[in-house]
Nanobody, 125 residues
Framework: VQLQACGGGLVQAGGSLRLSCAAS????????MGWYRQAPGKQRELVAD???????NYAEPVKGRFTISRDNGRNTVYLQMNSLKAEDSAVYYC????????????????????WGQGTLVTVSS
């Protein structure tokens, strides 16, 4: 599968962005999809993930501000980001896996089998 992430850009602190990750085939067969981010000089970290059944998990820094969703009919996963902060600036990546059935706050990125290219989010303070 090919995953195409888009929707990044430059936004002021307090603003919003919606990221999209479009898959080249049906995402229904991908039991888990997620968003990760990597800031300069830092390791890539989990932002949020979602199962086919709609179970979600969020990293603590984004809880209450970000919302992950998936539209199986459109083969797309979204990340709605509100109340953005400067520390949210990073390259955001989407990922997919066929076999993981549950969300987990300690999900290792190496467990994901498929990755898209990143989209850059820059939040100005």
């Amino acid at each position: 599968v090919q995953l195409q992430a888009c929707g990044g850009g430059l936004v002021q602190a307090g603003g919003s962005l919606r990221l999209s990750c479009a898959a080249s085939e049906s995402i229904y067969m991908y039991s888990l999809m997620g968003w990760y981010r990597q800031a300069p000089g830092k390791q890539r970290e989990l932002v949020a993930d979602i199962t086919t059944d709609g179970d979600t998990n969020y990293a603590e820094p984004v809880k209450g501000r970000f919302t992950i969703s998936r539209d199986n009919g459109r083969n797309t996963v979204y990340l709605q980001m509100n109340s953005l902060k400067a520390e949210d600036s990073a390259v955001y990546y989407c990922a997919a896996d066929r076999t993981i059935m549950t969300v987990s706050p300690s999900r290792d990125e190496n467990e994901y089998d498929y990755w898209g290219q990143g989209t850059l989010v820059t939040v100005s303070s």
